[in-house]
């Protein structure tokens, strides 16, 4: 069974920094790109970064791109996302995953997430 456990959240100021972890489990970590995603208040759910098997590339939404950083250690089936410079437009429900491709095929499997809550 599919598990992912989210963590490392927590309420910041702004201008402050995150790293959130994600611990993965029930399928071939390895073969699969990662992503994170993230919902705020009244929005739908949007990719926020990804990386490759392999961790030799990686893609950002523009909102956050130069303040966070996506990596993957593929020995520990862990994904990570480093958030710095967060603005109170982070403000949301953290998740990782697979490509959403290969979550609906093994039938929509997701995490608890994680808050992030960025106020002063």
């Known amino acids: 069974q599919v598990q992912l456990v989210e963590s490392g959240g927590g309420l910041v100021q702004p201008g402050g920094s995150l790293r959130l972890s994600c611990a993965a489990s029930?399928?071939?970590?390895?073969?699969?790109?990662m992503n994170w995603y993230r919902q705020g208040p009244g929005k739908d759910r949007e990719l926020v970064a990804r990386?490759?098997?392999?961790?030799?590339?990686?893609e950002y939404a523009d909102s956050v791109k130069g303040r966070f950083t996506i990596s993957r250690d593929n020995a520990k089936n862990a994904v990570y996302l480093q958030m710095n410079s967060l603005k109170p437009e982070d403000t949301a429900l953290y998740f990782c995953n697979r490509d959403l491709v290969f979550i609906k095929k093994s039938g929509g499997s997701w995490g608890q997430g994680t808050q992030v809550t960025v106020s002063s």
């Open positions: 029930g399928f071939t970590f390895k073969s699969y790109a």
């Open positions: 990386i490759t098997t392999t961790g030799d590339s990686t």
